[in-house]
């Protein structure tokens, strides 16, 4: 079945740092790869996604690249800010044989940015 | 354009005691999934609906969890009777029925 890995957190970094938080995927097909976040007591929302192999989503400073030869979906920015303190998801859409899609989340990274 | 909307928020119950959520999806969103979030681990999906009918109920508990969505649009997730391993987040989410799935802000459940 399919499976998403994510780097174990929790990530302390200070303000202006470089981010990396990393996902790798199990999938049969072709996925589509996202990225969630997930504020103190909020709901998640998407951040970013890539739909085919090479493409590169990007939002708010944050980018990720579809990998499929190495079935990872790294999360970077290059500057993080104090407002980005959340935890971010990784996830996969799969279109099984129902014709509907479903996610399959990792466990989440938890980021904390300090002053 | 509004958001996925939930109630309550916030419920505290003792265990063998039952509940409810509520959600309403987005306007024209077809497709809508509740999922169940455990403190520290990511959402799994326990329910999907495609307008009124179910899709995928294979992870739901079905000797304890229901769920409805009447006319295609609301939707209920009912527990009955709860147990203390219930405790989670129970987010609901909808698409327009491609990949990508816009959540709400979620039920945080206690059971004592």
């Known amino acids: 079945g399919n499976s998403v890995t994510q780097m174990e957190g929790p990530v302390t970094l200070s303000e202006e740092a470089f981010l990396t938080i990393n996902c790798t995927y199990t999938?049969?097909?072709?996925?589509?790869l996202f990225w969630y976040v997930q504020y103190p007591g909020e709901g998640l929302q998407l951040l970013l996604k890539?739909?085919?192999?090479?493409d590169k989503g990007s939002n708010k400073g944050f980018e990720a690249t579809y990998r499929k030869e190495t079935t990872s979906f790294h999360l970077e920015k290059g500057s993080v800010q104090v407002s980005d303190s959340a935890v971010y998801f990784c996830?996969?859409?799969?279109?099984?044989?129902?014709?509907?899609?479903?996610?399959?989340f990792g466990k989440g990274t938890k980021l904390s940015v300090i002053p | 354009e509004a958001g996925v909307a939930q109630s309550p928020r916030y419920k505290i119950i003792e265990k063998r005691q039952s509940v409810a959520f509520w959600c309403n999806p987005i306007?024209?969103?077809?497709?809508l999934y509740w999922y169940q979030q455990i403190l520290g681990q990511g959402p799994k999906l326990l329910i999907q609906?495609?307008?009124?009918?179910?899709?995928?109920d294979s992870q739901l508990p079905k000797d304890r969890f229901s769920a409805e969505r009447l006319k295609g649009v609301d939707s209920t997730l009912k527990i009955q009777p709860a147990k203390l391993e219930d405790s989670a987040v129970y987010l609901c989410?909808?698409?327009?029925?491609?990949?990508?799935?816009?959540f709400g802000p979620g039920t945080r459940l206690l059971v004592l």
């Open positions: 989410a909808s698409s327009p029925g491609k990949e990508t799935q816009y």
């Open positions: 999938a049969t097909g072709y996925p589509s």
């Open positions: 890539a739909t085919k192999a090479d």
């Open positions: 996830a996969l859409s799969d279109v099984p044989g129902a014709g509907s899609y479903q996610l399959t």
């Open positions: 306007s024209g969103h077809a497709t």
């Open positions: 609906f495609q307008n009124n009918g179910v899709v995928d």
